[in-house]
């Protein structure tokens, strides 16, 4: 598949995707490349397709390639399943984490660390110290650890949630999908603290999926990605992000029909 | 570990399946007579008012027909003439496993039974075939004035206490198999756990078939004084082979003033077995009865255990687990009976089915005209995993009087690709994520049983998830 070099420096390589559900194409030729280090953001409205690119790339069973590449540090992802992605470094932070009654938060951590980072990374009291760490800069109490997985959470734990796992997995490439709506502003900070401490300063690199640009007033992203329609219409540095903020996504449409046109 | 996986080898996922070379010592010939009721109980040189029971019931057990209710095309398939009534595979109970016959030994061994018992039990009887092999109980709490014995050396020892219990909580004519159970009864636990006494560690049986078209009809019999407490743990398999084995078990609990019963139950038996048992307590004042029933295994399963709430102030729970599996049926339920004022009573019903398995959930609670301020609560739950499988519900409630409080909540739910997919995005496979669940549905119940006994179901559940994805 090589098309030389430059797909070894990246860490997420993507190439010309386009991706659907059920016969419905939504995303029409994807190109996007991250390297370590960086976080990259996609903004962009309902339906634009900033979901399903998450969604395929941690390999969500319902959606399906119909053309394209995805590949992590120069390996094809798309052949594999979602918890082989997982164990090669790949996390999603849900939109709509779901639910599991019964199965344990503590329990459930330390088996998902066990599968990805290994048996020894889950066991004794060095996994206890990091544990207790990470809940701390959350601010998640620790009777947290006995509730059930997602079951009565509100909205704001399970933002919460999503971003412990990230800390404790340690992934290479970390996607939030939407991860700060519906949150206050404490609780976007928190979760971009979160991000910070899991992303800057290591080689692993972030992909934000949001509506907003207050969460990256507090993760400052390298690059910002404007998504319309399953096509990436525009990209540029942070600033980008404040300005469709200021001026909308008309503007940004108008801005791209009036460059294509000329 | 290496003998668990020998006996995958030989019978696929069940890996209680094997079986040991018969070495009986007394074998009755199939089928079943008077004169094979009253061999029974002449082998076992009871008093005569046994065999008198005996006798009756199994006048009873003649006449009465077939329940006409649950899974009557398989019921009816039972052929009590091809079932062993009694075989007896050991001259004696020994008090020590070196003295039990060594292919016995190794199966209990295998099973973790000597294990288990050095580690957290007051007490364990073993039963092979018809008779209990192996018996120990703990000297302190016998020092205490603590009874625990197989139900033979129990009315051997203790027949006056026998005669006034034996029959007083469930009576020969109270249903076919119960009937069957008095009739041909051998083997089973007899316990009496005297005035303010508490037995701080369960105490367990566990039950083995090992010969085909065996029938095993152990009795027990639990008799908790004033304000004492016990917990008592059984578990159960058999050998996996083509033809059919019978199970019917009759138990029986008197919980006294101010007592606590906690009865635990794993069955897993082989797919070959039908399980179809009688178990029911009665609940003086301010006494407790809970019944933790979790059914793994069997062909068809109907057992309904059930509280009689005599006592005022008295409670009643019941927390069940159903898994039902290719070629299974669980029948299972509850029933509570309030009869006094300012009883409660919890019923948690959990069901899976999978593998075109059927799971019925077969309950009734009862409020009597007299009893005031009653308190009862039914949830039931079940999880389908595909769409070969099967759930019913038959809730009952029948409250006759006003004052009551009652909650009924029931669901049936199907594990969704969203839940699977959020499980396999940190890691694990489907199969892992679906034990995951499973696991999480049943946890209710499992939190409830002793900890060996629950981490042996989760990998129980595990296992019978291996293989369901397709």
Redesign the interface.
């Known amino acids: 598949m090589g098309s030389g070099e430059s797909d070894i420096e990246a860490l997420l390589e993507i190439r010309n995707l386009h991706a659907g559900i059920d016969d419905t194409q939504i995303l029409k030729g994807i190109d996007l490349s991250i390297a370590p280090g960086e976080i990259h953001a996609i903004m962009g409205r309902n339906g634009s397709g900033k979901t399903t690119a998450a969604n395929i790339i941690m390999g969500h069973p319902d959606f399906e390639v119909e053309e394209g590449d995805v590949l992590l540090s120069g390996e094809n992802l798309l052949d594999l399943e979602p918890w082989e992605r997982a164990r090669e470094g790949v996390f999603l932070s849900f939109q709509y984490p779901q639910a599991v009654p019964g199965l344990q938060v503590g329990n459930f951590l330390r088996k998902s660390v066990a599968s990805i980072r290994g048996e020894e990374a889950a066991k004794g009291a060095d996994f206890r110290r990091e544990l207790n760490e990470a809940m701390d800069t959350l601010d998640i109490p620790r009777n947290f650890l006995s509730r059930y997985v997602n079951d009565g959470f509100s909205g704001g734990e399970k933002k919460r949630f999503e971003i412990l796992q990230l800390q404790l997995l340690r992934p290479k490439l970390a996607i939030l999908d939407e991860t700060d709506s519906g949150l206050d502003i404490d609780g976007i900070k928190t979760v971009a603290a979160g991000v910070n401490a899991a992303i800057r300063g290591t080689e692993s690199a972030a992909l934000i999926i949001t509506h907003y640009s207050r969460i990256l007033e507090h993760v400052r992203p390298d690059k910002v990605h404007v998504l319309i329609d399953g096509r990436i219409v525009a990209t540029g540095g942070p600033e980008l992000a404040t300005e469709l903020e200021e001026n909308g996504y008309d503007w940004i449409e108008g801005r791209v029909g009036a460059e294509s046109v000329a | 570990m290496p003998a668990n996986q020998e006996a995958r080898e030989v019978v696929g996922d069940y890996k209680a399946g094997w079986h040991d070379p018969e070495n009986s010592t007394i074998r009755f010939d199939f089928g079943l007579s008077e004169e094979v009721v009253r061999e029974i109980s002449a082998l076992k040189g009871e008093p005569e008012w046994m065999t008198d029971i005996r006798v009756k019931a199994y006048q009873h057990f003649v006449e009465r027909p077939m329940p006409t209710w649950g899974n009557t095309p398989t019921l009816e398939s039972i052929d009590f003439d091809k079932i062993c009534y009694f075989l007896r595979s050991s001259q004696a109970t020994e008090k020590d496993w070196d003295d039990v016959p060594e292919d016995i030994r190794n199966t209990f061994d295998r099973l973790g039974i000597p294990e288990a018992e050095q580690k957290w039990l007051s007490g364990v009887t073993a039963q092979y075939e018809s008779e209990a092999v192996y018996h120990s109980i703990r000297e302190d709490l016998e020092k205490q004035g603590v009874i625990f014995l197989d139900m033979d050396s129990g009315l051997r020892e203790h027949p006056e206490i026998i005669r006034k219990w034996f029959c007083s909580v469930v009576p020969l004519t109270d249903n076919k198999f119960a009937a069957l159970n008095t009739a041909v009864w051998s083997g089973g636990s007899f316990i009496y756990v005297p005035k303010g006494v508490h037995v701080e560690m369960p105490v367990q049986a566990y039950f083995r078939i090992n010969a085909k078209n065996m029938g095993q009809f152990e009795r027990t019999l639990i008799i908790a004084d004033e304000g004492s407490s016990i917990h008592y743990v059984e578990g159960c398999t058999a050998p996996t082979y083509s033809t059919d084995s019978l199970h019917s078990a009759v138990v029986e609990l008197i919980a006294l003033p101010g007592a606590h019963i906690r009865y635990s139950t794993v069955q897993n038996w082989s797919a070959n077995v039908y399980n179809l048992v009688t178990k029911r307590g009665i609940a003086h004042e301010d006494s407790k009865i809970e019944w933790v029933d979790g059914n793994i295994g069997s062909k068809l399963t109907m057992k309904y255990p059930s509280v009689i709430l005599k006592g005022e102030g008295s409670h009643a729970e019941v927390i069940s687990v159903a898994y039902s599996g290719e070629g299974q049926h669980q029948d299972a339920g509850a029933k509570i009976y309030h009869l006094a004022s300012n009883t409660t009573s919890k019923i948690l019903s959990k069901s899976i089915s999978k593998n075109g398995g059927r799971g019925t959930y077969r309950g009734l609670v009862k409020v009597s005209p007299k009893a005031e301020n009653c308190k009862l609560n039914v949830v039931c739950d079940a999880l389908i995993l595909d769409e070969d499988s099967r759930s019913d519900t038959y809730p009952t409630m029948e409250v006759a009087n006003p004052t009551a409080h009652c909650e009924h909540e029931a669901s049936v739910s199907k594990v ?4 699977l ?10 199969e ?2 679906l034990a ?2 499973v ?6 119940f499992t939190r409830e049983l002793p900890m060996e006994y629950a981490v042996e179901l989760n990998q129980l559940m595990a296992l019978e998830m291996e293989g369901s994805i397709g």
Do not use: C
């Open positions: 969704s690709d969203n839940q997919f959020y499980l396999m995005s940190r890691g694990h496979s489907e892992e994520a995951m669940i696991n999480g549905f049943f946890e209710p």
